[in-house]
Every structure is written in structure tokens, then in C-alpha cells.
């Protein structure tokens, strides 16, 4: 397998917009090493139903069904965006070692992901998984990951569920984009949420955990077996199975309206000094202790080399599907107490982490089931440049037209575009400020949607 080893200087709380918030806001993620190109998930975890009116059950990463309804371009050798390696610490007093040979002190306690599954970009008919008005519940987790056992040590994977609607302030905290986003992001994403954290302490050593209380929470304490490690630790990786068990009919039951976080942390059962080398990107040194890497969505192409390669990939900006970080120097207490005492909602990189769902939807016949199609809202929106619409056909059609007018019910623009069974994609030019209507007439059957430009 080829080895490739990267050092990106990612923007896990993205730097506001000021010189004096660039330096408050925490850096992460600060070495990773890339995977196998577009490292898959095993087919059989990565199934994913048609949740219909009634019961239903489904597995997936909210992370990548967001990237993959959006049109981004997962596939191809140079995906838009790929899964790296980044290590997982409680404790984060250990270093990992990078392609150059130098060390670095591990940034990552806490990784994670938050998921809604309100979200229209969840399956490809863009229909909610469940209304607002139903609960569901979180039978088992699935984490993509790398776990290096070196030592017949003991260690643990502690993994949290927490839940609560996104008002519930004794279990999320919200951050708003003007003081910790930059564009492109800041313009259409106009807050971040993330997980409440008790813990936090200027001191090596104390553990931290979920802020929110018991009735919104819940622990599960996973001893990783020889069989979850993969003897490397580059380019390699397994999935690891962690149930939720104990609700009603199974797992955890999420209140109708509420949105599910899962976040973890690696706890070694032996001994690790300062600075010792728990994790190695370098084939010239190998780790003598055991050592964890999650797997995360993290942008390649463009490669990140400025803010304004960071691209709204991972997120839709009327959910909040989107990422969790929690990093050393928030729990040594180095930032503001808002950010040591919350998990970060991270829109630019995320863990691979699939959630077993399972319940029972109001959501009733949807678009697809009566139309025969399916349109997707415009993704950016409010854009400024261009944009790109996704559209799903059950089955094939005659004919599908595309017309983009303006308020006034003038036509802008208006095409021909694919009328095969499956999901295509528009790609919009640039307009002048102002609300727009684009609609999707299919045998003649029309669905509009609105969009602004800005």
C-alpha cells in the first residue's frame, strides 16, 4: 500500500475575522497521515434504507450523506475530500511522530459528530429521515478507526451520547460565525453548535467529560480487544462496533426534536510519559506503547492552503449535521471559557462515524413517492458566484426541463437536462442580488424551490 504523510494546518474552530480572534481560536489537527485514496466503509455497514411513513431502519454517516447528496465528488482518485488519520488522547500529554521525524503534542481529546436527522441531505430522495415530531432511537455506533496495541495493556474507547434540541443551553452551546468563522463559510453558515464540557482545567492529567445532564446522556465504556487493532498504523483501519443498549424498543431513545451527538476519547490502560510517541506517520519510528487514530473527512482537492479553500462541503445550513472537536489547549484551559467548556462544532472536518438508527416516521408519502422525483434545495444558498442543485428520477422520463426566473416570474434561463432514473446535478451561473425560483418540470409534473443571491 502507498504511503502518503501530510502536515495541514487545519482550522478545526476556523479564525474569525479579526487579528485578536485569529488568536484566541484553537488550531488542530496539525499533522495527519492520509489513507488509502478514498478508503471505504464494508458495504454492509454503509446499507442504507428508504425510511418511508411508519418503520423504518437505517445506518449512515451523516457526514457523508450530506457530501454525497450535495453532488461532492467522493470517487474519483483525487476525491474532493478524502479520510486522514488524527490521533485520540484523553489525556493528550503523548506525541505522535511525523513524516519529518520531529514530534508534535496530540491536539485531540474529544471527536465527534453531531447529527439531525431533520436534514434533507440524509438520502438521496432529500426527504427527512423523521419530523420533527418523532423520536428515535440510537441502537449502536460505528467507529472508523486505527488502533495501534503494542502492550498487553488494558485501554478503553469511552464513547458519549448526548441529545437535546439545539435551544437546550444545559447541553449545547451555540457559537455564532462572527466570532469564530471566516468566509465562505460565515456567509451562508450563521452559527455552529457543540456539546457542553465539564473538566476543563489548567492542569495535565484530569479527565473531562459531557456537561449535560444524566437524563441527556449516555456512556458507553468499550475495552478494545486485540482483534479492533491494525497491527499498522499507516493507511490502515477498522470498523469498531459500539452498542447502545437498555432504551425501548432497542438502544437509545431520542426525544421528537432533539439532535444526537457522539463523540470519543481514547483511555490507554498503561503507562505513557510526556512527550512519549504514541502514534508514528514516519516508517523510521515505531511506538512502543498503544496508540488510537480516529478517521476524518478532511478536504483535498483543492488542497487547503488558504481560508478560502475551506468549502461548505460537510454541512447543510439548515441542519446540524457537522463535526465535533475537543482539543488540548481547550482543556488546559489556554482559550476562553466559552470554547474550554464546549466541544466545537467543526464544519470542515469530521470523523467517519455511522449511526444505527431505527424508529418510527410521520415524515408520510413523500415527493418522491407522489411526483416521481425528487429536487434538492441549491447548495450554497445565499450564494454569491455559483451554485449547484441536485435532482433525483425514480424512474426514467420523457423530458425534464430546468427555468430559473426572477420574482417577477421573468425567465432567467431555462434547459434541458437529464431525464434518466437517478440523480443528476445543475450547475447555476452567477445572478445579480435578489430572490430567484428555480423549478424542475418532469413529463409535466413542475416542483419550484427558492434561492438567493447575493
Same mark, same amino acid.
Request: with cysteine; glycine share 8%; aromatic share 10%.
Given at each position: 500500500?502507498?504511503?502518503?504523510?501530510?502536515?495541514?494546518?487545519?482550522?478545526?474552530?476556523?479564525? =474569525?475575522?479579526?487579528?485578536?480572534?485569529?488568536?484566541?481560536?484553537?488550531?488542530? +489537527?496539525?499533522?495527519?497521515?492520509?489513507?488509502?485514496?478514498?478508503?471505504?466503509?464494508?458495504?454492509?455497514?454503509?446499507?442504507?434504507?428508504?425510511?418511508?411513513?411508519?418503520?423504518?431502519?437505517?445506518?449512515?454517516?451523516?457526514?457523508?450523506?450530506?457530501?454525497?447528496?450535495?453532488?461532492?465528488?467522493?470517487?474519483?482518485?483525487?476525491?474532493?475530500?478524502?479520510?486522514?488519520?488524527?490521533?485520540?488522547?484523553?489525556?493528550?500529554?503523548?506525541?505522535?511522530?511525523?513524516?519529518?521525524?520531529?514530534?508534535?503534542?496530540?491536539?485531540?481529546?474529544?471527536?465527534?459528530?453531531?447529527?439531525?436527522?431533520?436534514?434533507?441531505?440524509?438520502?438521496?430522495?432529500?426527504?427527512?429521515?423523521?419530523?420533527?415530531?418523532?423520536?428515535?432511537?440510537?441502537?449502536?455506533? *460505528?467507529?472508523?478507526?486505527?488502533?495501534?496495541?503494542?502492550?498487553?495493556?488494558?485501554?478503553?474507547?469511552?464513547?458519549?451520547?448526548?441529545?437535546?434540541?439545539?435551544?437546550?443551553?444545559?447541553?449545547?452551546?451555540? !457559537?455564532?460565525?462572527?466570532?469564530?468563522?471566516?468566509?465562505?463559510?460565515?456567509?451562508?453558515?450563521?452559527?455552529?453548535?457543540?456539546?457542553?464540557?465539564?473538566?476543563?482545567?489548567?492542569?495535565? =492529567?484530569?479527565?473531562?467529560?459531557?456537561?449535560?445532564?444524566?437524563?441527556?446522556?449516555?456512556?458507553?465504556?468499550?475495552?478494545?480487544?486485540?482483534?479492533?487493532?491494525?497491527?499498522?498504523?499507516?493507511?490502515?483501519?477498522?470498523?469498531?462496533?459500539?452498542?447502545?443498549?437498555?432504551?425501548?424498543?432497542?438502544?437509545?431513545?431520542?426525544?421528537?426534536?432533539?439532535?444526537?451527538?457522539?463523540?470519543?476519547?481514547?483511555?490507554?490502560?498503561?503507562?505513557?510519559?510526556?512527550?512519549?510517541?504514541?502514534?508514528?506517520?514516519?516508517?523510521?519510528?515505531?511506538?512502543?506503547?498503544?496508540?488510537?487514530?480516529?478517521?476524518?473527512?478532511?478536504?483535498?482537492?483543492?488542497?487547503?492552503?488558504?481560508?478560502?479553500?475551506?468549502?461548505?462541503?460537510?454541512?447543510?445550513?439548515?441542519?446540524?449535521?457537522?463535526?465535533?472537536?475537543?482539543?488540548?489547549?481547550?482543556?488546559?484551559?489556554?482559550?476562553?471559557?466559552?470554547?474550554?467548556?464546549?466541544?466545537?462544532?467543526?464544519?470542515?472536518?469530521?470523523?467517519?462515524? !455511522? !449511526?444505527?438508527?431505527? =424508529?418510527?416516521?410521520?415524515?408520510?408519502?413523500?415527493?418522491?413517492?407522489?411526483? =416521481? *422525483?425528487?429536487?434538492?434545495?441549491?447548495?450554497?444558498?445565499?450564494?454569491?458566484?455559483?451554485?449547484?442543485?441536485?435532482?433525483?428520477?425514480?424512474?426514467?422520463?420523457?423530458?425534464?426541463? !430546468?427555468?430559473?426566473?426572477?420574482?417577477?416570474?421573468?425567465?432567467?434561463?431555462?434547459?434541458?437536462?437529464?431525464?434518466?432514473?437517478?440523480? +443528476?446535478?445543475?450547475?447555476?451561473?452567477?445572478?445579480?442580488?435578489?430572490?430567484?425560483?428555480?423549478?424542475?418540470?418532469?413529463?409535466?409534473?413542475?416542483?419550484?424551490?427558492?434561492?438567493?443571491?447575493?
Amino acid at each position: 500500500m502507498k504511503k502518503i504523510y501530510l502536515s495541514i494546518a487545519a482550522l478545526a474552530l476556523c479564525v =474569525g475575522a479579526s487579528a485578536q480572534n485569529a488568536a484566541k481560536a484553537p488550531s488542530t +489537527h496539525t499533522e495527519r497521515g492520509v489513507l488509502a485514496p478514498n478508503a471505504k466503509i464494508p458495504a454492509k455497514v454503509r446499507a442504507q434504507a428508504k425510511a418511508q411513513g411508519g418503520a423504518f431502519a437505517i445506518q449512515l454517516d451523516p457526514i457523508e450523506e450530506v457530501m454525497t447528496q450535495k453532488t461532492v465528488d467522493l470517487t474519483s482518485s483525487t476525491p474532493q475530500e478524502d479520510t486522514f488519520l488524527t490521533t485520540v488522547f484523553m489525556d493528550s500529554t503523548v506525541s505522535l511522530v511525523t513524516s519529518t521525524g520531529t514530534t508534535r503534542v496530540n491536539d485531540d481529546i474529544f471527536l465527534g459528530t453531531t447529527f439531525d436527522p431533520k436534514s434533507i441531505y440524509l438520502q438521496s430522495t432529500f426527504v427527512p429521515i423523521v419530523s420533527n415530531s418523532d423520536s428515535y432511537n440510537i441502537d449502536s455506533i *460505528f467507529i472508523q478507526a486505527s488502533y495501534v496495541k503494542k502492550t498487553a495493556a488494558v485501554d478503553t474507547l469511552y464513547t458519549w451520547l448526548v441529545w437535546g434540541d439545539s435551544t437546550n443551553t444545559n447541553v449545547y452551546t451555540k !457559537f455564532a460565525n462572527t466570532s469564530v468563522w471566516v468566509a465562505p463559510i460565515s456567509s451562508w453558515r450563521k452559527s455552529v453548535i457543540g456539546p457542553k464540557i465539564m473538566g476543563a482545567i489548567g492542569a495535565a =492529567g484530569n479527565k473531562v467529560g459531557p456537561a449535560a445532564p444524566a437524563t441527556n446522556m449516555k456512556l458507553v465504556k468499550y475495552v478494545l480487544k486485540s482483534i479492533d487493532s491494525t497491527g499498522l498504523g499507516y493507511g490502515f483501519s477498522k470498523i469498531i462496533s459500539i452498542p447502545f443498549t437498555g432504551g425501548a424498543p432497542a438502544g437509545v431513545t431520542i426525544p421528537a426534536g432533539n439532535i444526537v451527538s457522539c463523540f470519543y476519547t481514547f483511555v490507554p490502560g498503561g503507562t505513557h510519559t510526556l512527550n512519549q510517541a504514541m502514534y508514528s506517520f514516519s516508517t523510521s519510528v515505531v511506538p512502543t506503547i498503544n496508540g488510537f487514530c480516529g478517521i476524518i473527512w478532511n478536504q483535498s482537492s483543492p488542497q487547503v492552503n488558504a481560508v478560502s479553500d475551506y468549502l461548505p462541503y460537510q454541512v447543510d445550513k439548515d441542519s446540524w449535521n457537522m463535526g465535533v472537536n475537543y482539543s488540548k489547549k481547550q482543556r488546559h484551559a489556554q482559550y476562553s471559557a466559552t470554547y474550554n467548556n464546549a466541544a466545537l462544532g467543526d464544519l470542515t472536518t469530521a470523523p467517519r462515524m !455511522f !449511526f444505527s438508527v431505527t =424508529g418510527n416516521s410521520s415524515v408520510g408519502i413523500k415527493e418522491i413517492e407522489n411526483k =416521481g *422525483f425528487a429536487l434538492g434545495q441549491n447548495t450554497p444558498n445565499p450564494f454569491n458566484g455559483e451554485s449547484n442543485v441536485a435532482y433525483m428520477l425514480d424512474k426514467e422520463a420523457h423530458t425534464a426541463t !430546468f427555468t430559473v426566473t426572477d420574482v417577477m416570474g421573468r425567465v432567467i434561463s431555462t434547459q434541458s437536462v437529464d431525464a434518466t432514473k437517478g440523480t +443528476h446535478t445543475v450547475n447555476l451561473n452567477a445572478q445579480a442580488a435578489g430572490v430567484y425560483y428555480y423549478s424542475l418540470n418532469v413529463d409535466g409534473v413542475v416542483t419550484t424551490k427558492k434561492m438567493i443571491a447575493q
